[in-house]
């Protein structure tokens, strides 16, 4: 069971927009930032957005992320087949235990 | 080119040990924390520890603590997993990533760039 909540799966078709939730608490997304990875098939995952809705070099517009009090969001823009594949949201949660970096259980997406 | 290559990965019994190495090439290793993050078939991504640019921070994911052990030769420029007592459950790609900025507080760390991973698989 993660800590950061995610919908198993979305879709859309070639040109939608398609949003991708991540739900969590108080002690992860409502005090730090939120992270996206996408990690297509048989690849190692890449950073897409950082610090809640920052782009890193070289990756499209077309992606952006948002958050708001213990939840942020990915938007995708003019989906493509190429975006096909898992996307993950990762926050720093101050746990009981000390600092831990937690994923959420990851949301694959389809291209139809 | 900014580099990282896992290696030491295998097939190892339950109870037994392995020692894993991240060798990065192409930025400062000694200015960044590195971490590192498995996954295991079919999975999402499961953070496992992670060590400060010194060395002198180190922090772990409950399911491991105790059991592995995170370190890093800025001089060699390659970080370790030394992990004992292995369960069927530690079966995944190990990969280690590098912090995108080079800061002490842990809460500034994200991960940026990642190796390809290494396999360790735990079974009888």
């Known amino acids: 069971q993660s800590v950061l909540t995610q919908p198993p799966s979305a879709s859309g078709t070639p040109g939608q927009r398609v949003s991708i939730s991540c739900s969590g608490s108080?002690?992860?997304?409502?005090?730090?930032?939120v992270y996206w990875y996408q990690q297509l098939p048989g690849t190692a995952p890449k950073l897409l957005i950082h610090?809640?809705?920052q782009r890193p070099s070289g990756v499209p517009d077309r992606f952006s992320g948002s958050k708001s009090g213990t939840s942020a969001s990915l938007a995708i823009s003019g989906l493509r087949s190429e975006d096909e594949g898992d996307y993950f949201c990762a926050a720093w949660d101050d746990s009981v235990t000390g600092p831990h970096w937690e994923f959420g259980g990851g949301t694959k997406l389809t291209v139809l | 080119e900014v580099q990282l290559s896992e290696s030491g990965g295998g097939l190892v019994q339950p109870g037994g040990s392995l020692r894993l190495s991240c060798a990065v090439s192409g930025f400062t290793f000694s200015n960044y924390a590195v971490t590192w993050v498995r996954q295991a078939p079919g999975k999402g991504l499961v953070w496992v520890s992670t060590?400060?640019?010194?060395?002198?921070?180190?922090y772990y994911a409950d399911s491991v603590e105790g059991r592995f052990t995170i370190s890093r030769d800025n001089s060699e420029n390659t970080l370790f997993l030394e992990m004992s007592d292995l369960r069927v459950g530690d079966t995944a790609v190990y990969y280690c990533?590098?912090?995108?900025?080079?800061?002490?507080?842990?809460?500034?760390?994200?991960?940026?760039?990642w190796g390809r991973g290494t396999l360790v698989t735990v079974s009888p």
């Open positions: 990533a590098k912090a995108a900025v080079q800061s002490r507080g842990w809460f500034d760390w994200y991960f940026d760039l």
């Open positions: 060590i400060s640019a010194t060395g002198g921070a180190t």
């Open positions: 610090t809640n809705d």
């Open positions: 108080d002690s992860n997304i409502g005090a730090r930032s």
